[in-house]
Structures are given as C-alpha cells and as structure tokens.
C-alpha cells in the first residue's frame, strides 16, 4: 500500500471510497449493537431497584430517573434492617452509603463478600493465565525448533483438548477434584485453567515463534551464548506480540469462566462471575448491585485490552499477512 | 587464528547426503572460499564447522583441537549468515556488542565500547550506532553482520554467502574491504559463494563442490587454469569455457582420447571467414563497452566468446575459428593433461 501523499494512483486491492464507507457503517452498527448491553448493565447499576425493574424503562439519567450510588453501596456491603428508634438513636452517619441504607430503614453492619470474589477472580485468572503463557511459550518453543518424535500427533492431541466444550468432562473433574482436595480452593481453580489455556497457548505461539528465523539464535549461540541465554535474549523480546495476544486471550477465558466457577467453588475460592448473579437484596434480585458488580468486574478486562488492542489485533490476524 | 581441518565429514539429511567424505584443510590465515551451486554442500560445511550441525563421520578439528561433538559455543567461530540475522530489537551498537556481553566470555564494558567503536569505524557505520538494526540499508545491515563477527577475534570466521544481498557496487567495495580486513588481522577464513567473482578476487584457495563431495581444491589460477575436469572448469571464467566435441576440430593435435575440447575466450582466435567456407557464423552480439560477447553457432553448437569491439566483426558474419591451446577432457569429463 503506498504511503498516504505519494500516490493519488488508485491501486485494485484498495477499497474503493464507497466500499470503506459501507464497511464503516456496518462496524458502527454493530459496535453500537454490541455496546447496549454494557451501557444497560452501567445505566443498571446507578438505578434504584424500583427504577432498575420499571417498565417502561427508564432510559436517560437525569430525565427518566435520578442516578444514585445505592447499587455500590449494596454490592460492598451487608446491611440488616432496624427499628427507627435504633436507627435514630445512633450517631449521625458518617458516610453515604450508611446515610442511604438508613434512609431504607437498615444499618450496615460490614463490608459484603464482593471484594474477596474479586481478589479470588483476580488471582485465579493472572496466575493460570501466567502459567498457561509460561508452559505454552515453553512448550511452542520445543516444538517449533527441536525435532520432536510424533509431533504431529502431539499437536493434534494438544490442539483435540479444545474440540469439545469444557464443561463436558464437568463431573469427572468434580469427582477429581473432590478426591484431592482441590474443590474451592484457588490451587485447583487455576490448574483447571491453566489445562484449558495451555493448548491455545501452544497453537498461538507455535505460530508466532515459527515465525522467528532460526538463524538468530544459531548466532547467538555461535555469539558464546547457550541455547537457554539465546532463547531468553533473542527469541523472548521478539515474541512479546504473540506473548501477550495469547495472554489476553488466555486471561478472558479465565476471568470471564462461569460454569467450572459455579461447579467447583463455593466460599473461600469463589470467583466474581458465580458471586455476582446471586446477590440479593430485599424482596428479590438486587439489579442495581449485580450491574454494579459486573461493571467493575469489567473494568480490568477492557483496560488490559485497550493497553494491549495493538497485540491482540496483530495475534487475530496472525500469518495471515506475512510482511 | 588458527587452522581448520575437516576429516573424512560426512552429514546426511534423511536420505539426501548433503556432504560427503569432505577433506579439507584450512590454514592459519588463509581465506578458503568454497564454491558450487546451490545444495552442493556448501554452507553444510561451513554449519558443520561452526557446530550448528554435527557430522554423521569424520572429525572436525579447529586449532588441532578435535571439536566434532563440540556445542558451537566451545569452538570460537565467528558466523556471517547470509540473511543478515541481526537482533530487529537491538539496536546497531547492542547488535554489535552481542557476542562480547556474552556469558561466556564477560568482556568488561569499557572494552566493550572500544572494540563497537574500532570495528564501526572500519566498517564506516559510526554514524549509525543508536540506530535499530531495522532502520538500516541492506548495506549497512551486512556490514554490522560482518562487524558483528569482527568485534571478536575468533580462531575463524565462517560467512555464508555473506554479499548476496547486496547490489554489484557495494558488493565490490565490501569485497575490497573483506580483502583488506583478512590482510590486516591475518584471520582465518572459511567463505561460501556461488559469485566466481569473489572466489577469484578474494581466495588463497578455492574449493570447488558437487554434491557434498570436494571436487578441486586449489589457488584460483589453479581451478581456473589447470581444472581436474569439466564440471571445474565451467565454475570459473567469463563468460563460461565453451565445452565442444572434439571432433569440430580435425585437423588440430590433440592428445589421445579426448571426446571434449574445453575453450575459453582465450583459447578461441577468431577471425572473418575470407574463404568461401566457414566454420561458424556469428548469431548475436551483446555490447557491454569495453567488450563485445559473441555468440557464434558452429554447426549445432553455440559458442560465447569475447572480442574487441573494434574487431570488425557483425551479426551475421561467417567466422573462422583456431584453437590457440584449450582444456582437454575425455568421454567422462575428466582432464587429459598435455604431456600425460
């Protein structure tokens, strides 16, 4: 493709004006389509229950309803009704959230289990997704460069882990895993992840480092460096594209992974996904407090993604382009 | 520097023999060059030296220092790949710095800085040391990947067809420069081409490959004058020998046996046929200034030789031809020597 300003020339494998604007047009659209249902999920979350369940519903802050903070309020705390006259015996409060939960006759009486879900979610995802990256670098490594007996089938294997849905083999883990001990804890959480993630992260990689010649490592250790140094100094700092493509992939799996969560935690290994959906307020479902929840449970994934769009478009369209 | 010796090397690919039963010894500061066309088992050799293959038979010894099992760290060679193979993430003083920061040598940093600076000087690419190796000609990117290698001074150097990629100017100025750094550092060198050029220009000794097998291994003025049978003899020489059956020239001496004349452009008198018969006919010239090729059809047989562009001769012309000595060979390629 010739620089912008040195050619007017229209060359045939360029799109034409009007084809890039139909092509605009049909990428708004659909990211406009794939946008509503976060906007719901933030327009939920600064809604009263009442407003969150209106129908009608309630659409424009400011004009259709008044936004308030009470779902965050509800999502990190636990609060219990009270008599008014407690209520009005007790000091003035000293924050908003104490000030809206009285509001509604209750007091609150400690932080909610919201916080230690998200921690447990943030470890379990960061440290399967580290080791998946780890062992599949490792792993794509020896078989893009060493001659390994019966690789074909090895990959095949590998890559056959992924053809049926995970939750397939959900009662045969559950039964493991009760055997060793492993249920609701994090250790077992994020092995099973890990085991998903790994074979993505081979197949990925394998590509990536394919793609790096040989010759720089030959010369690194011909340089007076052992294979190990080269892969490290030479081979590493080239594959950071790949390295963090297969990252993020690897990382919304586990972040965003629901049906395992559900199935083998319970309490002190629970993630946020099976925790948010159950939070329950008076009378029923707290809306409010559930988007509030999956709005910061989204906020991590879309700020890695953004930092890293470049890489992970890059991983998309990998060798599909070669420079 | 030291010398370099390969054994009775042999190295097999599955079932293709890349290099076979290979002799060869290289002295302390001498520049080898070995020749051939692609998959005769060139840069095979050069990788078996350099420890980044190793030999299915024979030894290699480097230094007199047998190294055959060696890991290519042990053995002190410095390599000049062919593709450049310089780090896209450092940048052109770190390129250079690689192989002195090296575990296993721990040159110290002000050392380090001295030896960049030397060999970037010689090479005349001062000016690009803060570069990335990417932001650089295919020129410069070739001559860190020489400086590269120089920043050390290893026991030989070992370069893969090193000036391939580069256009004919820079090619001869790098070729010079190659030259002049060998003569300085009196290093051994073991060098791979398929350019005549550089094997003439450059080589104390040329060896000449097929197949795997060393076929010739002498001076350039050996392999050029004296070669051992016609597939040397077609390696060398611009435009190439002009392989003829010896039966076109009746009437000249020639010794017993043989079924092939070699002649090159030297061997070849031509003149204008006067007579009413000619031997030849001249098809096409090529003008390239200072010579003219002429292409003459003698029979069913093509000949290209050159000639003067004053030499009065036009597209068309009937030519006599003379052999003023020529190459011998018999019915399978191999040389006749006169006096043999």
Known sequence: MPAA????????VEPTPLARRIAGTIVIAYAVLALIPLVWIGLTSIKSPPDSISYPPKVLPWVDFEP???????????????????????????????????????????????????????????????????????AAYGFSRFRVPLKDDLLFFILSTRMMPPIAVAIPIFLMYRELGLSDTRLGMILLYTSVNVSLAVWLLKGFIDEIPREYEEAAMIDGYTRLQAFVKVVLP?????????????????????????????????????????????????????AAGTTLFLLPILAFTILLRKQLLRGITFGAVRK | M?????????????ATVAVADLTLPVGDGEFVVLLGPTGAGKSTTLRLVAGLERADAGRVLIGGRDVTRAPPVERDVAFVFQQFALYPH?????????????????????????????????????????????????????????????????????????????????????????QRIQRDLGATILYVTHDQTEAMTMATR??????????????????????????VATRLGQPAINLLPARLFEGTPMPRGTATVGARTEHLRITRATKGHAAGR????????????????????????LAEPDAGIDVGDPVDLALVGALWFDAAGARIRAGA
């Open chain 1, 5 to 12: 300003g040195l050619s007017t020339a229209h060359s045939i």
């Open chain 1, 68 to 138: 308030t903070i009470e779902g965050y309020c509800n999502l990190f705390t636990t609060r219990s009704r009270q008599t008014p006259e407690y209520i009005a015996s007790l000091p003035p409060a000293d924050d908003r959230c104490e000030a809206l939960a009285r509001g509604k006759g209750m007091v609150v009486v400690g932080p909610s289990n919201y916080v230690p879900r998200f921690v447990n979610s943030v470890v379990i995802a960061f440290g399967s997704t580290v080791l998946a990256v780890v062992l599949g670098t490792l």
């Open chain 1, 238 to 290: 080239q594959a950071t594209t790949g390295i963090a493509a297969t990252a993020i992939f690897c990382l919304i799996f586990a972040w965003n992974e629901y049906a395992f969560a559900v199935l083998l935690t319970s309490g002190s290994a629970q993630t946020a996904p099976p925790f948010i959906p159950i939070i329950i307020g008076e009378g029923g479902q707290d809306w409010p407090a559930v």
């Open chain 2, 2 to 14: 030291a010398e370099v010796r390969l054994e009775g090397v042999t190295k097999r690919f599955g």
């Open chain 2, 90 to 178: 450092l940048s052109v003083y770190d390129n250079l710095a690689f192989p002195l920061r090296a575990p296993a040598r721990r040159t110290p940093a002000d050392v380090v800085d001295r030896k960049v600076r030397e060999v970037a000087a010689l090479l005349r690419i001062e000016s690009k040391l803060a570069n990335r190796a990417t932001q650089l000609s295919g020129g410069q990117m070739q001559r860190v990947a020489i400086g590269r290698a120089l920043v050390r001074s290893p026991a030989v150097y070992l370069m893969d067809e090193p000036l391939s990629s580069l256009d004919a100017k820079l090619r001869a100025e790098l070729r010079l420069e190659l």
């Open chain 2, 206 to 231: 040329i060896g000449v490959m097929d197949r795997g097998r060393l076929v010739q291994l002498g001076t350039p003025r050996q392999i050029y004058e004296d070669p051992d049978d016609t597939y």
């Open chain 2, 282 to 305: 001249v098809r096409w010239i090529e003008h390239l200034g200072d010579q003219n090729h002429l292409h003459i059809d003698v029979g069913a047989h093509k000949i290209v030789t």
